[in-house]
């Protein structure tokens, strides 16, 4: 049988031929994923752009397209405000 310091030197005589990096006690390195080719401008290359409504509006010239997010902030305000729940009226002076 071989003893642990021979087989280490022969470990480390064996990274040094392949030209691998010797790890005495075999942790790992993370070296795949440094390695790897990062994702992140494919990905977002494959999906469109988002556009919301009012790009849209300024995109198309028109002032009628509806903005139902719009629509329903004030619908919900309205509400409020019946409820008496809306912002205090100013007084004038």
């Known amino acids: 049988m071989a003893s642990k310091a021979i087989?280490?030197?022969l470990n480390i005589l064996s990274s040094k031929i392949f030209g691998t990096q010797?790890?005495?006690n075999n942790s790992r390195t993370g070296?795949?994923?440094v390695v790897q080719e990062l994702k992140g401008a494919k990905l977002?290359?494959?999906y469109p752009a988002t556009i919301n409504y009012r790009q849209l509006r300024t995109l198309?010239?028109?002032k009628t397209f509806p903005d139902s997010d719009e629509e329903l902030r004030m619908?919900?305000?309205k509400g409020r405000i019946r409820q008496g729940k809306g912002a205090s009226k100013s007084k004038k002076k």
Request: avoid cysteine; charged fraction near 50%.
């Open 7 to 9: 087989l280490e030197e």
């Open 22 to 24: 010797y790890k005495s």
């Open 31 to 33: 070296r795949k994923f």
């Open 44 to 46: 977002k290359s494959y």
């Open 60 to 62: 198309l010239n028109d």
């Open 75 to 77: 619908e919900i305000r």
